[in-house]
């Protein structure tokens, strides 16, 4: 795939991201080129998209490859994670690595280990739709409350468990 046509994939997750969730204003979404967050070490990281809200910042990597995403992939996107994350301390920063090929031996574990969304999707309006109940617009993710229908408490939500899901 040229350069170019990753340019065009990549608006076109950000425009399914805006009209797929609820709220979000098209200024918290930045995405391609000149979309970069600088980290605590003073490197200015290119992120193919992110999204901004009260209390989080989403760092989403497309990787549009023609074989499976690489421990090398992940690793890299985890690296600037942290290094963003180190700059921007009381905000909650995620990340997300998007493929279409999905992931060779290990990329799992690693994900697993440094808490990185892998999303096979098979456009940018899937990972929209899959990806979307992460996203908390106006308040941190630590305030959301989902109510325990069975013992009637309010319990903190848990990252991996979306709102409303008991």
């Given at each position: 795939?040229?350069?170019?046509?990753?340019?065009a994939?990549v608006?076109h997750?950000?425009?399914?991201?805006?009209e797929?969730?609820?709220?979000?204003?098209?200024d918290?979404?930045?995405?391609g080129?000149?979309?970069r967050?600088?980290?605590?070490?003073?490197f200015?990281?290119?992120i193919?998209v992110?999204?901004r809200?009260?209390?989080?910042?989403?760092?989403?990597?497309?990787?549009y490859?023609k074989?499976?995403?690489?421990p090398?992939?992940l690793?890299?996107?985890?690296a600037?994670?942290?290094?963003i994350?180190?700059a921007?301390p009381?905000?909650?920063?995620k990340s997300?690595?998007?493929?279409t090929k999905?992931?060779?031996a290990?990329?799992?574990k690693?994900?697993?280990?440094?808490?990185v969304t892998?999303?096979?999707?098979?456009?940018?309006?899937?990972f929209?739709l899959?990806?979307r109940d992460?996203?908390?617009?106006?308040v941190?993710?630590?305030?959301v409350?989902?109510?325990?229908t069975?013992?009637?408490?309010?319990?903190?939500?848990?990252?991996?468990?979306?709102i409303?899901?008991?």
């Amino acid at each position: 795939m040229k350069f170019d046509e990753y340019e065009a994939l990549v608006k076109h997750l950000f425009a399914a991201l805006v009209e797929q969730i609820d709220g979000l204003p098209a200024d918290a979404v930045g995405y391609g080129r000149r979309n970069r967050h600088t980290g605590a070490s003073g490197f200015k990281h290119q992120i193919d998209v992110s999204i901004r809200t009260v209390a989080e910042l989403h760092l989403i990597e497309c990787k549009y490859w023609k074989r499976q995403v690489t421990p090398g992939a992940l690793l890299c996107l985890a690296a600037r994670a942290h290094d963003i994350r180190v700059a921007n301390p009381g905000c909650a920063v995620k990340s997300a690595l998007a493929t279409t090929k999905g992931q060779s031996a290990g990329v799992n574990k690693l994900a697993e280990f440094f808490k990185v969304t892998l999303q096979r999707v098979g456009s940018p309006e899937e990972f929209a739709l899959k990806y979307r109940d992460q996203i908390h617009l106006s308040v941190p993710a630590e305030s959301v409350y989902v109510i325990d229908t069975v013992k009637a408490d309010l319990v903190p939500a848990i990252q991996d468990r979306p709102i409303g899901e008991t």
